[in-house]
């Protein structure tokens, strides 16, 4: 899983009683980057009935998952269930007592995240008023209590992050509009489409090359064949670049997207609402699907044009280069899809085109399945060549079921190491609302008031430490525990994390004295007033295990 997750530094202290060497020290965590690497593939799988209905009833033992036609060990699984997650909430007194748990009314965390992204760089003003009609309906109508949704835009103009807000998501869709990068091709004389550009320059297609050199000879009466030569070329080349940036800058949109959407705790979906475009021979739609596949990101695609029909020539300039032309364009227009189909597939989603019904293709694909799937694998014999790998899942001995999952990925060129495992493992379970308690360890709050707009919140974890995996080392008993906290706000937006390395060197006397009530590790926050969703997440270095905690708290 590809995630972004800046560790912020924080002291901590110890109530034990040092010896020359301490027991129980506390060490500040300097600020990383998790990377994870496909060393175990994840697949989520969504299965429905005849009737179109969520089938949630299946076990690991009824999939069956191929890579390349090879059978395999399915090591990870779990039923993932939308709707919100019920967290306890505590409310903290002023001053630095300690609250009372579960003082208050329980939260309702959303736990599906739908992110509209308009691509609004290639899309016509025709295409903007239709999908932003869809989308405002799917906003009315289809987002549920606990869903949240966030405004993209491949322009970067116009965004806005995840909230349940209908006024402001409307708001946001009422601001979209046509903003491509550069001027509006179809008004220069003579227009050479994007695709029949990259045929001329990159592939060398003397057909096209003739056809241009003819509507520059119509259109701009240059002296002779050669000059008209030199400028269909030019225009070419500066028609490719242009598009060339035009398409990098919505491939790096589309990725900055599912970065965001990847620290989002629960399901993910990106629909992407785009008209497709075109990308020349070095520009690959790999690196994100992988992206998003990995981080459990699920890209719906839908074509905005609707039911397509190529523009038809203009009567007043007939001729062969007019017909040649004409058939450039309709080829275009299939092809430009074919990026749109390639990032649904990748990544388990769905792939709609030719269609006027935009808003069935909102609220189809934007809504979440009540009921899914987390499919796991380890490769056997992985060749670490980048090289793809098709998928294939389906359900044993029970025909009639739809079962949607994603289509394959890439090999990684390099495996991880053990400590980017760790990272990766704590990483998931930070962007996570799963509670794990292979390690024994609890939660509580305390805030004091440092202004009218502001406060310190403490989040205190004690852990029960004689029960952790040591490894006995020139007489101690060692351990390191690593110990994450991450905040969110209502939306399930991330908004800061501390991280801790709680390194135990323990005595054997202490060690079979117990540690009285545990070792307290604080974490302290600058909040200002509201409510926020707290996530707790502890690994241990010799055990492996891992501990997850969620929580909330109110701040009047």
């Known amino acids: 899983m590809h995630r972004s997750f800046f560790w912020l530094l924080l002291g901590a202290t110890s109530g034990l009683a040092q010896t020359t060497a301490p027991e129980v020290s506390a060490r500040q965590d300097d600020s990383v980057v998790f990377r994870s690497k496909v060393t175990l593939v994840t697949v989520p799988v969504v299965v429905r009935d005849k009737s179109g209905k969520p089938v949630g009833t ?71 008023a239709a999908a932003r009609t869809a989308a405002q309906m799917f906003v009315g109508s289809g987002l549920r209590p606990a869903d949240r949704a966030a405004v993209f835009t491949t322009s970067g103009q116009t965004t806005l992050d995840f909230t349940g807000e209908r006024d402001a998501l409307n708001s946001a869709l009422l601001k979209l509009a046509p903003r491509p990068l550069a001027i509006d091709a179809t008004e220069v004389c003579p227009f050479i489409s994007f695709y029949m550009a990259d045929q001329i320059v990159n592939k060398d297609d003397q057909q096209a090359l ?18 008209a030569r030199i400028m269909a070329l030019a225009n070419a080349r500066s028609t490719l670049e242009m598009g060339e940036h035009e398409t990098q800058v919505t491939i790096f949109s589309i990725t900055d997207a599912v970065r965001r959407m990847s620290r989002m705790p629960g399901q993910r979906t990106l629909l992407l609402a785009s008209p497709g475009f075109l990308r020349a021979i070095d520009q690959d739609a790999g690196p994100v699907i992988d992206l998003a596949a990995q981080s459990g990101v699920v890209i719906n695609a839908l074509d905005v044009r609707g039911l397509y029909a190529p523009t038809t020539a203009d009567a007043s300039r007939q001729g062969f280069e007019v017909s040649i032309k004409r058939d450039f364009d309709k ?68 025909p009639g079921l739809n079962v949607r999952a994603r289509l394959g990925y890439n090999a990684p060129r390099h495996l991880s190491t053990a400590e980017e495992d760790a990272k990766d493992q704590i990483s998931q379970a930070v962007f996570s609302h799963e509670e794990i308690g292979s390690i024994p360890i609890d939660m509580s709050t305390q805030f004091f008031k440092t202004g009218e707009s502001q406060a310190k919140l403490t989040v205190m974890s004690r852990l029960d430490a004689a029960k952790l995996h040591f490894r006995k080392a020139d007489g101690r008993n060692i351990d390191d525990v690593a110990i994450v906290c991450a905040l969110f706000d209502r939306n399930g937006n991330y908004l800061q994390g501390v991280s801790k390395t709680l390194q135990l060197r323990l005595l054997d006397d202490t060690l079979s004295n117990g540690l009285g009530e545990g070792v307290s590790v604080p974490m302290e926050f600058k909040v200002a007033p509201g409510t926020y969703v707290i996530r707790l997440v502890a690994r241990d270095a010799e055990g492996q295990a891992m501990a997850a905690r969620n929580g909330a708290v109110d701040i009047p």
């Open 58 to 128: 299946l076990r690991q033992e009824d999939f069956q998952l191929l890579d390349k036609g090879k059978p395999q060990v399915i090591s990870k699984f779990s039923v993932e269930k939308s709707g919100g997650i019920v967290i306890a909430r505590t409310t903290p007194t002023a001053g630095g007592q300690t609250p009372e748990p579960n003082a208050a009314p329980e939260v309702i965390a959303p736990d599906h995240f739908v992110g509209l992204l308009f691509d609004d760089i290639h899309m016509s003003a025709a295409d903007v």
């Open 210 to 227: 003739n056809a241009a050199i003819a509507l520059v000879m119509d259109c701009m009466h240059p002296p002779d064949r050669n000059t």
């Open 331 to 398: 080829t275009a227009a299939i092809v430009r899809s074919g990026i749109l189909a390639e990032f649904a597939a990748g990544t388990g989603g769905t792939f709609v085109e030719n269609t006027n019904d935009l808003k069935q293709g909102f609220r189809e694909f934007g809504a979440a399945p009540e009921v899914y799937y987390v499919l796991g694998f380890s490769p056997q014999n992985l060749k670490l060549d980048g090289a793809y790998h098709s998928l294939k899942v389906s359900v044993r001995e029970q």
